[in-house]
């Protein structure tokens, strides 16, 4: 089964932009869709958008659309989600979470990275 | 957007009593595309239900999911201490959304 690793905590100025890597090992890169979910703090699950690295193609919530970006470098296999513009609210855990490739569609998400905390201030 | 609601926000029950957990949806699901994760302070989520009644590899059985088009439940039958945690339901019929979630803790 393929695992996640992140990338360590964030401290951001407000406007400024953070890039989060989710590394992927175990597993056939290719065989899986990557996406980000947010946390804030004692607050709900928010996906943001996805990337499916055997197209190139990444997908986005609506709410972050022009503000976040999803990339995928098959050769190490690593996810990557830049968020720009930031401000006070985008305070959060970001996680990865892989699922199973099936075209366009979407998937459950299993498993989870151990989370990123970004936090934003000035 | 599909819009999940989860109730009831809080349940307060003893170890060894049954948890039913409701997740509702401002339309229907496609395929019963829903999933059900437990998360635990300071910790990533966990699949437990995909597709609203499979049981994801290495859950017990004492969880159980059901349901289709906007009414689904997640049940634990008995619960085990470690079972008091926050449960989410979560649509993949279309872009994903996740419901705010209910706390189950210790009465």
């Known amino acids: 089964q393929v695992q996640l690793v992140q990338s360590g905590a964030e401290v951001k100025k407000p406007g400024s932009s953070v890039k989060v890597s989710c590394k992927a090992s175990g597993g056939t890169f290719s065989s899986y869709t990557i996406s980000w979910v947010r946390q804030a703090p004692g607050q709900g699950l928010e996906w943001m958008g996805r990337?499916?690295?055997?197209?190139?193609?990444?997908n986005y919530a609506q709410k972050f659309q022009g503000r976040v970006t999803i990339t995928a470098d098959k050769s190490t296999s690593t996810a990557y989600m830049e968020l720009s513009s930031l401000r006070s609210e985008d305070t959060a855990v970001y996680y990865c979470a892989s699922s199973l490739y099936s075209g366009y569609a979407y998937n459950w998400f299993d498993p989870w990275g151990q989370g990123t905390l970004v936090t934003v201030s000035s | 957007e599909i819009v999940l609601t989860q109730s009831p926000a809080t349940l307060s029950l003893s170890p060894g009593e049954r948890a039913t957990l409701s997740c509702g949806a401002s339309?229907?699901?496609?395929?019963?595309?829903l999933a059900w994760y437990q998360q635990k302070p300071g910790l990533a989520p966990r699949l437990l239900i995909y597709d609203a009644s499979s049981r994801a590899t290495g859950i017990p059985d004492r969880f159980s999911g059901s349901g289709s088009g906007t009414d689904f439940t997640l049940t634990i039958s008995r619960l085990e201490p470690e079972d008091f945690a926050v449960y989410y339901c979560q649509q993949y019929g279309s872009s994903p959304t996740f419901g705010p979630g209910t706390k189950v803790d210790i009465k």
């Open positions: 339309q229907s699901v496609s395929s019963s595309y």
């Open positions: 990337i499916i690295p055997i197209l190139g193609i990444a």
